[in-house]
């Protein structure tokens, strides 16, 4: 059975950071491309970030470029994604993906991001 379990959301003030985490099991993890997407009240899911096998290759969304980092720790089968610099427009309940060809999902984290 193959499970994605995130974890690291919270509240949090503008301009500070959280860090989240997924667990993979079920999986042969480091044969997975991991991703990290987010959806807002009313929104659609969109890409955060995503991270090929071994690390190689890393993509971000615009909105994220250069605050968020993705990373993954295949001994440990997880994924990270590092949030800096937070703003109110990144509050979303953020979703772990793990894709080969077929398309795992989490359960969700809230995160936000508020005075």
């Known amino acids: 059975q193959v499970q994605l379990v995130e974890s690291g959301g919270g509240l949090v003030q503008p301009g500070g950071s959280l860090r989240l985490s997924c667990a993979a099991s079920?999986?042969?993890?480091?044969?997975?491309?991991m991703g990290w997407y987010r959806q807002a009240p009313g929104k659609e899911r969109e890409m955060v970030a995503r991270?090929?096998?071994?690390?190689?290759?890393?993509v971000y969304g615009d909105s994220v470029q250069g605050r968020f980092i993705i990373s993954r720790d295949d001994a440990k089968n997880t994924a990270y994604l590092q949030m800096n610099s937070l703003k109110p427009a990144d509050t979303a309940v953020y979703y772990c993906?793990?894709?080969?060809?077929?398309?795992?999902w989490g359960q969700g984290t809230q995160v936000t991001v508020t005075s």
């Open positions: 993906s793990a894709r080969r060809g077929q398309e795992y």
């Open positions: 079920g999986i042969s993890f480091s044969t997975y491309a």
């Open positions: 991270i090929s096998t071994a690390g190689t290759f890393t």
